[in-house]
């Protein structure tokens, strides 16, 4: 049982590039989430889905695009990466009420 | 809006001593309070958690109670040991559907010494 995939682990990109964080689940959960981590600001919320077909903004969802189209799913897109979108970016799954599954996290830097 | 305040780290303490951090949270109604933990280099694990009043949540030497009174959900761990060197987040899920935001606080890094 995989639980939260993410990947890559680690990425480095030069400003203006784009790419695709993955995050992929094998519990069926119907919620999921990307977080973004910075020093002294805790986790903000990204984007988030409750479920294939419906995400939602978060906190901070300038400069990302998810979409959900399977359960399984939900990849996190930087449209033309900044240095202020250097992070470590976690993807986190639920069902229901209980609490949310987190995955290892992708630490991404954008010089 | 719902909001999650936790003491300042870094927090030092040698192998033994008695841990507190301090958790207080803002909210609507009687939302379910989390504790999670972030080993180095790890994504955020859930430690312990309570879904109303008076509840104690318990996992692997660690304890909290949830104060209705006054909006806390302290972590407290009687004897730390080297192992227990993390990240420790205080969250809380509002009661209110139709949001994903489980709201955390913004951490506090403990290292505890031999």
């Known amino acids: 049982n995989a639980g939260v995939t993410q990947t890559p682990k680690f990425q480095v990109l030069k400003t203006g590039q784009s790419m695709t964080l993955q995050c992929a689940q094998d519990?069926?959960?119907?919620?999921m989430s990307w977080y973004r981590q910075d020093p002294g600001m805790g986790l903000r919320l990204i984007h988030y889905?409750?479920?294939?077909?419906?995400?939602d903004q978060g906190e901070v969802p300038n400069g990302y695009n998810v979409s959900r189209s399977t359960t399984e799913d939900f990849p996190l897109r930087l449209l033309s990466a900044a240095p202020s979108q250097t992070s470590v970016y976690f993807c986190?799954?639920?069902?229901?009420?209980?609490?949310?599954?987190f995955g290892d996290g992708t630490r991404l830097s954008i010089l | 809006g719902d909001s999650v305040t936790q003491m300042e780290g870094p927090v030092t303490l040698s192998e033994e001593a008695f841990l507190t951090i301090n958790c207080t949270y803002t909210?609507?109604?009687?939302?379910?309070l989390f504790w999670y933990v972030q080993y180095p280099g790890e994504g955020l694990q859930l430690l312990l958690k309570?879904?109303?009043?008076?509840d104690k949540g318990s996992n692997k030497g660690f304890e909290a109670t949830y104060r209705k009174e006054t909006t806390s959900f302290h972590l407290e761990k009687g004897s730390v040991q080297v192992s227990d060197s993390a990240v420790y987040f205080c969250?809380?899920?509002?009661?209110?559907?139709?949001?994903?935001?489980?709201?955390f606080g913004k951490g506090t890094k403990l290292t505890v010494n031999p």
């Open positions: 986190a799954t639920r069902q229901g009420n209980q609490p949310q599954h």
């Open positions: 889905s409750v479920g294939a077909g419906i995400t």
């Open positions: 519990m069926n959960h119907e919620y």
């Open positions: 969250a809380l899920m509002p009661i209110q559907g139709g949001s994903e935001k489980l709201v």
């Open positions: 309570a879904t109303k009043a008076d």
């Open positions: 909210a609507t109604g009687y939302p379910s």
